[in-house]
């Protein structure tokens, strides 16, 4: 059964960083990609940035510039560093790794950016 762990969310003041960390297991092949998702209180969920098996990355708009995704498909590894943290980031983090069409996803964590 594949599990996906973050870990790294908190309280940080704005201005200041974070680094959350997912590892996901129970999978045998590498994932096409991996993602960071977001949702905000009474807010849908929002796709943060993605690292695809190439290598290559995606990020919304309102993340460039401040959010680094990195990691590791291969071992099933991905990381966001989140810099210039501002209240509006406050969400619950999700990772999400995709096979196929085939989305899993792990239980969030929390990220309280305080102005």
């Known amino acids: 059964q594949v599990h996906l762990v973050e870990s790294g969310g908190g309280w940080v003041q704005a201005g200041r960083s974070l680094r959350l960390s997912c590892a996901a297991g129970?999978?045998?092949?590498?994932?096409?990609?991996m993602a960071w998702y977001r949702q905000a209180p009474e807010k849908q969920r929002e796709m943060v940035a993605r690292?695809?098996?190439?290598?290559?990355?995606d990020y919304s708009d309102s993340v460039k510039g401040r959010f680094t995704i990195s990691g590791d498909i291969a071992a099933n590894t991905v990381y966001l560093e989140m810099n210039g943290l501002k209240a509006d980031d406050t969400a619950v983090y999700y990772c999400?790794?995709?096979?196929?069409?085939?989305?899993?996803w792990g239980q969030g964590t929390q990220v309280t950016v305080s102005p």
């Open positions: 129970g999978h045998v092949s590498s994932f096409n990609a």
């Open positions: 999400n790794a995709e096979w196929y069409g085939i989305h899993y």
């Open positions: 690292l695809r098996s190439d290598g290559s990355t």
